[in-house]
């Protein structure tokens, strides 16, 4: 009997630090784009840079909540062998726009938005506290 409670106990101690979720936060350093005013006129996009956090699931799941907003939404991710970052996107977005992000090491990534008003690519860091 004692034997399976130690054999229970360093299996919890060794499986936790797996289980964890690990939450970042975000923020843009630099956003450039444009937004359509009228079917015929653009101008430039400026904003300030937005703050998120991500809560990483897993390697294939993370939660993406934009300040302001009340819940996170979640994103599909994919590594990609090329340089071992990772794509994320909304599997089903039914506004029809296009927000992917591209996340390298959990410390830099690079998101765009595209959508019916405006369209812009942003990039920032990430920091775990």
Do not use: W
Not at 29 to 40: A, L, R
Not at 54 to 65: A, F, G
Request: charged share 25%; hydrophobic share 35%.
């Amino acid at each position: 009997m004692k034997r399976i409670a130690a054999i229970a106990a360093i299996a919890l101690c060794i499986a936790s630090p797996s289980l964890a979720e690990e939450v970042l936060y975000c923020t843009d350093t630099d956003v450039s784009g444009f937004v359509f005013e009228t079917s015929t006129k653009t101008e430039k996009f400026s904003s300030s840079e937005d703050r998120f956090t991500v809560k990483v699931i897993s390697k294939t799941k993370r939660e993406i909540q934009m300040s302001g907003s009340r819940h996170g939404v979640p994103y599909v991710c994919n590594k990609r062998s090329l340089d071992n970052s990772f794509y994320c996107n909304i599997p089903y977005d039914r506004y029809a726009t296009v927000k992917p992000f591209l996340f390298y090491d959990n410390r830099k990534y690079r998101r765009s938005v595209l959508d019916v008003f405006r369209i812009y690519i942003a990039y920032g860091t990430c920091t775990k506290f």
